[in-house]
């Protein structure tokens, strides 16, 4: 303390001077520092916002319900040079008949071709399975899709995308997921209104069937009486 106490005025003041200096470059390079990041981060939104993006998914079809696989670019911009690979290999579980094509080759030369030219918003729709593939316990059902382009500045950040079957087999049909039940119902219905047809099974209320074993029998119309 008593050296302290022993610095002149002057002294003092070139102390504070260079605490304040040295504080002062602490801040500058903070604020470097901070303007460097804002900098990188405005620079790759700008690119990410004037790039292509290329997704792969597996959809459902709405119609028929069979499995479709999608390549589709959503960006604002050209994919160029698209390379995509599957993990584990995409395999179809639908059996091909005489004159059919394999779908699991197909969709191996598919996924083993590069595709030059992605214009934005195309969209690429493969036929990959039928809707049997969900209860089929005996093949994959999640699979990693890596995709990799190049854009108008060059080779666009690696994207990958997981694909879980089990989460999108109840989005077979958009908006209805039960209309191949009520399908079947209508012709069930239909069965058991034709003349002097016994079904084994009725409608409920609400389009359900009676249990098995309460038969039931159609009256026939009547005729009106005549006056």
């Not at 399975?129 to 990799?148: A, E, H, I, M, S």
Request: neutral net charge; proline residues 10%; aromatic residues 6%.
């Amino acid at each position: 303390m008593d050296h302290l106490r022993a610095l002149s005025t002057d002294s003092w003041t070139v102390v504070v001077a260079v605490v304040a200096a040295l504080i002062a470059v602490w801040q500058a390079s903070i604020a470097r520092g901070t303007a460097k990041r804002q900098l990188k981060l405005s620079e790759r939104i700008h690119r990410e916002q004037n790039e292509p993006y290329v997704i792969v998914d597996i959809q459902p079809d709405p119609l028929h319900g069979a499995l479709l696989l999608v390549i589709e670019n959503t960006g604002p911009t050209v994919a160029r040079d698209v390379r995509i690979s599957c993990d584990p290999p995409l395999e179809s579980g639908w059996a091909p008949r005489q004159g059919e094509p394999d779908l699991t080759q197909v969709m191996q030369e598919v996924l083993g071709r590069r595709i030059p030219i992605l214009p934005p918003h195309r969209r690429l729709t493969f036929l990959f399975d039928n809707k049997n593939r969900f209860q089929n316990d005996l093949l994959p059902r999640v699979y990693t899709f890596t995709v990799d382009a190049n854009g108008p500045e060059g080779k666009v950040e690696t994207a990958q995308y997981i694909v879980d079957l089990d989460a999108v087999k109840w989005t077979l049909i958009e908006g209805r997921p039960t209309k191949h039940l009520e399908d079947k119902l209508v012709k069930i219905e239909k069965a058991i209104r034709e003349p002097g047809h016994t079904a084994r099974r009725g409608p409920l209320p609400g389009g359900f069937p009676l249990p098995d074993g309460v038969p039931v029998q159609v009256q026939q119309p009547t005729p009106a009486s005549q006056e």
